[in-house]
Antibody, heavy 119, light 111 residues
Framework: QLQLQESGPGLVKPSETLSLTCTVS??????????WGWIRQPPGKGLEWIGS???????YYNPSLKSRVTISVDTSKNQFSLELSSVTAADAAVYYC???????????WGQGTLVTVSS | QSVLTQPPSVSGAPGQRVTISCTGS?????????VHWYQQLPGTAPKLLIY???NRPSGVPDRFSGSKSGTSASLAISGLQAEDEADYYC???????????FGTGAKVTVL
């Protein structure tokens, strides 16, 4: 059974870079049938797609975040990562990683990790 | 930044049938992209409920059903149960964003 687990600092200072890693277990990331993505949810609000990456390294980013986002993949470790630069309070959220089907649905999801932005 | 619109809340008595609408546009649902639905119980990650407009993953009760028409989609829950109290999100792909879009979310309350 495929499982995803987010990891990284729970507190980031304003203007600094948020860095998270998603570790995939129970299966390989090297599949042409799926790709991998990050989604976030501010407290009490809805879901926002951040970006996606294929195991080959091809990336797709939300235009509203594109200038600040980098997603990378390390298939040797079965991990993919998110970097979001110049964070502000508006970036505080629960960050989820997920496997994305070619039909554009997300399943499964990681349990999520809460990131707070504060000095 | 949600581009798919859902009613903020929906409620019903146990055993009743409720529906949640999801309205998009010509660059997402109306462009032919499939709609998917997620259930988010309090304090947990979203869980895939319906994929490809009307397909249920293994383990999802057949009380949940989905449909799509034009620029909109709907999720129906029949035989409403207390355990169905949750937030529900629709999701599709948008060609103008070249990415995923989620609905605004609907909270289902069992009276």
């Amino acid at each position: 059974q495929l499982q995803l687990q987010e990891s990284g600092p729970g507190l980031v200072k304003p203007s600094e870079t948020l860095s998270l890693t998603c570790t995939v277990s129970g299966g390989s990331m090297r599949s042409s049938s799926y790709y991998w993505g990050w989604i976030r949810q501010p407290p009490g609000k809805g879901l926002e797609w951040i970006g996606s990456i294929y195991y080959s390294g091809s990336t797709y980013y939300n235009p509203s975040l594109k200038s600040r986002v980098t997603i990378s993949v390390d298939t040797s470790k079965n991990q993919f990562s998110l970097e979001l630069s110049s964070v502000t309070a508006a970036d505080a959220a629960v960050y989820y990683c997920a496997r994305l089907a070619l039909g554009h649905w997300c399943d499964p999801w990681g349990q999520g990790t809460l990131v707070t932005v504060s000095s | 930044q949600s581009v798919l619109t859902q009613p903020p809340s929906v409620s019903g008595a146990p055993g009743q049938r409720v529906t949640i609408s999801c309205t998009g546009s010509s660059s997402n649902i109306g462009a032919g992209y499939d709609v998917h639905w997620y259930q988010q119980l309090p304090g947990t990650a979203p869980k895939l409920l319906i994929y490809g407009n009307s397909n249920r993953p293994s383990g999802v009760p057949d009380r949940f059903s989905g449909s799509k028409s034009g620029t909109s989609a709907s999720l129906a829950i029949s035989g409403l149960q207390a355990e169905d109290e949750a937030d529900y999100y629709c999701q599709s792909y948008d060609s103008s964003l070249s990415g995923f879009v989620f609905g605004t979310g609907a909270k289902v309350t069992v009276l």
